[in-house]
């Protein structure tokens, strides 16, 4: 289904105003801003109503392929012996289903889980076992104090749950603000058993959400009397080696710097979405590295330092969660938020993309 259609619809959106789903795995969300912008620029159109939408609670599980092999045979065995000598050749083996979310999680190119792919740039960036764990406390605790605070409500929308959508969700429900350091500690690694570092509890987590928003001209806006919350100053997208994909950020950002015509030292806020701690400090590493900025960026230099408690200041995905879709769109809603609480100008918004991708925003304060 295009699920943009079906959510416009069932939101009272006219049945006269057509509806486009686009899907770029991590950054979906982020892609549908960016196509909303394009448009203006193409002149088709000056409102559109964007975001994403995931719930990862409902991935399937999916027939194996014996199973379906051995449905295909049954339904074409004609006679009576056919069908009973299709049957006897049945095994519970068959049963064994293919998990949606694990073959979701993995790149067809490399063939690595993304895990898989946090760990290759731990390991390029000496990012130990301490450091992702200290990084997943702290943003339990940010985002935990943000709740407290109602920072966060201010981005939230009650949201009516099924089956019988009898009750509403007015906070999200991942963030654990009695997490320690020690518990931590005890979780074992998930995608690296013997020597690796990336756990359940440095990872983000598997959630359902949506985020939503109105992108639209100057012109429009001042005409429908709205106040902008911020104005998107520059876009870069990039490709890179799938098995080091966690560092896209590092790759689309110089592009989204040079539209912007500005500097990194402009930047005063970053959100780079937790998809794992490991992935996270290695794009931190990577923008204050020369090395890797003359060799894999073209650039003279590291793009910069980024100071920790300007990132994520309000948490991110290992405590807030990472339903796909829509964490693109929900990082810029938040950077903008930020910046304009704070009285700051720039921002960046950033993510990693499975496949070896990333796509950056820069955002400035209306």
Same mark, same amino acid.
């Given at each position: 289904?295009? =699920?943009?259609?079906?959510?416009?619809?069932?939101? *009272? #959106?006219?049945?006269s105003v057509p509806s486009v789903t686009i899907m770029r795995n991590c950054a979906s969300g982020m892609e549908a801003i960016y196509a909303a912008q394009m448009r203006m620029r193409a002149g088709a159109g000056d409102a559109f109503l964007v975001g994403g939408t995931e719930s990862m609670s409902n991935y399937p599980l999916l027939m194996n +392929?014996?199973?379906?092999?051995? &449905?295909?045979?049954?339904?074409?065995?004609?006679?009576? *012996? %056919?069908? =009973?000598?299709? $049957?006897?050749?049945?095994?519970?083996?068959?049963?064994?289903?293919?998990?949606?979310i694990l073959e979701g999680l993995t790149d067809p190119v490399s063939g690595l889980m993304m895990g898989n792919t946090a760990e290759n740039v731990a390991r390029h960036f000496g990012i130990d076992r301490a450091a992702q764990d200290a990084f997943a406390l702290s943003s339990h605790q940010r985002a935990a104090a943000a709740q407290v605070d109602g920072r966060l409500q201010e981005e939230i929308a009650s949201t009516p749950?099924?089956?019988?959508?009898?009750?509403?969700?007015?906070?999200?429900? *991942? $963030?654990?603000?009695?997490?320690?350091?020690?518990? !931590?500690?005890?979780?074992?690694? #998930?995608?690296?058993?013997?020597?690796?570092?990336?756990?359940?509890?440095?990872?983000? %987590? #598997?959630?359902?959400g949506a985020a939503a928003m109105l992108v639209m001209s100057e012109q429009r806006a001042e005409q429908l009397d709205l106040a902008p919350l911020a104005i998107l100053a520059g876009h870069g997208h990039a490709g890179l080696d799938p098995r080091m994909m966690g560092l896209g950020p590092v790759h689309a950002t110089p592009a989204a710097l040079r539209e912007a015509g500005? @500097? &990194?030292? +402009?930047? %005063?806020? &970053?959100? $780079?979405?937790?998809?794992?701690a490991a992935q996270v400090l290695a794009c931190r590493a990577a &923008?204050?590295?020369?090395? /890797?900025?003359?060799?894999?960026?073209?650039?003279? *230099?590291?793009? @910069? +330092? =980024?100071?920790?408690?300007? !990132?994520?200041? +309000?948490?991110?995905?290992i405590a807030l969660g990472h339903p796909i879709a829509a964490t693109g769109a929900r990082i810029v809603l938040s950077l903008a938020r930020q910046l304009r609480?704070?009285?700051?100008? /720039?921002? !960046?918004?950033? !993510?990693? $993309?499975?496949? @070896?991708?990333?796509?950056?925003? #820069?955002?400035?304060?209306?």
């Amino acid at each position: 289904a295009n =699920i943009a259609r079906v959510a416009s619809l069932r939101a *009272g #959106v006219p049945e006269s105003v057509p509806s486009v789903t686009i899907m770029r795995n991590c950054a979906s969300g982020m892609e549908a801003i960016y196509a909303a912008q394009m448009r203006m620029r193409a002149g088709a159109g000056d409102a559109f109503l964007v975001g994403g939408t995931e719930s990862m609670s409902n991935y399937p599980l999916l027939m194996n +392929d014996r199973l379906v092999q051995f &449905f295909t045979r049954l339904s074409k065995a004609k006679s009576l *012996g %056919q069908r =009973i000598a299709t $049957i006897a050749s049945f095994r519970p083996g068959f049963l064994k289903p293919r998990v949606a979310i694990l073959e979701g999680l993995t790149d067809p190119v490399s063939g690595l889980m993304m895990g898989n792919t946090a760990e290759n740039v731990a390991r390029h960036f000496g990012i130990d076992r301490a450091a992702q764990d200290a990084f997943a406390l702290s943003s339990h605790q940010r985002a935990a104090a943000a709740q407290v605070d109602g920072r966060l409500q201010e981005e939230i929308a009650s949201t009516p749950v099924g089956p019988r959508f009898d009750h509403l969700v007015e906070a999200d429900n *991942g $963030i654990r603000s009695n997490q320690t350091s020690e518990a !931590l500690a005890k979780l074992r690694p #998930v995608f690296d058993k013997r020597e690796g570092n990336v756990t359940v509890g440095n990872s983000c %987590q #598997v959630t359902d959400g949506a985020a939503a928003m109105l992108v639209m001209s100057e012109q429009r806006a001042e005409q429908l009397d709205l106040a902008p919350l911020a104005i998107l100053a520059g876009h870069g997208h990039a490709g890179l080696d799938p098995r080091m994909m966690g560092l896209g950020p590092v790759h689309a950002t110089p592009a989204a710097l040079r539209e912007a015509g500005i @500097g &990194f030292e +402009d930047l %005063q806020r &970053f959100e $780079i979405n937790e998809a794992f701690a490991a992935q996270v400090l290695a794009c931190r590493a990577a &923008f204050a590295s020369g090395d /890797y900025c003359r060799q894999k960026l073209g650039l003279e *230099g590291p793009l @910069g +330092d =980024i100071e920790m408690e300007r !990132l994520n200041a +309000d948490g991110g995905a290992i405590a807030l969660g990472h339903p796909i879709a829509a964490t693109g769109a929900r990082i810029v809603l938040s950077l903008a938020r930020q910046l304009r609480a704070a009285g700051e100008r /720039y921002g !960046l918004a950033s !993510l990693c $993309i499975g496949g @070896g991708q990333g796509q950056a925003f #820069v955002v400035e304060a209306a």
